[in-house]
Nanobody, 123 residues
Framework: QVQLVESGGGSVQAGGSLRLSCAASGYDFSSGCMAWFRQAPGKEREGVAAIAKYGDTRYADPGKGRFTISKDDTKTTLDVQMNSLKPEDTGMYYC?????????????????WGQGTQVTVSA
């Protein structure tokens, strides 16, 4: 059974940084891409960053230049380093695994999801 557990969320002031981590169990990291999504109150879940099997990455425009996604196949962890955080980055952040399409950003394209970790950025 695949289990994804996120950690690292919290409250920070604008301009601060957070590093989110997703610990995966029961999931073969070589089986496809993984991603981070976020969902702000009243908004749809959106892709933030994705990483492919061999390390190719894709970033949504809001996080380009500020977010860095990485994975450790040995430790089976997926991280995202978020710098220069803005109030609009506030939301629940989710780890997703096993995409149907290469570096997909649609939530319907991922088979497995974590429970999420809350990020709150104050002005």
């Amino acid at each position: 059974q695949v289990q994804l557990v996120e950690s690292g969320g919290g409250s920070v002031q604008a301009g601060g940084s957070l590093r989110l981590s997703c610990a995966a169990s029961g999931y073969d990291f070589s089986s496809g891409c993984m991603a981070w999504f976020r969902q702000a109150p009243g908004k749809e879940r959106e892709g933030v960053a994705a990483i492919a099997k061999y390390g190719d990455t894709r970033y949504a425009d809001p996080g380009k230049g500020r977010f860095t996604i990485s994975k450790d196949d040995t430790k089976t962890t997926l991280d995202v380093q978020m710098n220069s955080l803005k109030p609009e980055d506030t939301g629940m952040y989710y780890c997703a695994a096993k995409c149907r399409y290469y570096l997909a950003f649609s939530q319907s394209d991922y088979n497995y999801w974590g429970q999420g970790t809350q990020v709150t950025v104050s002005a």
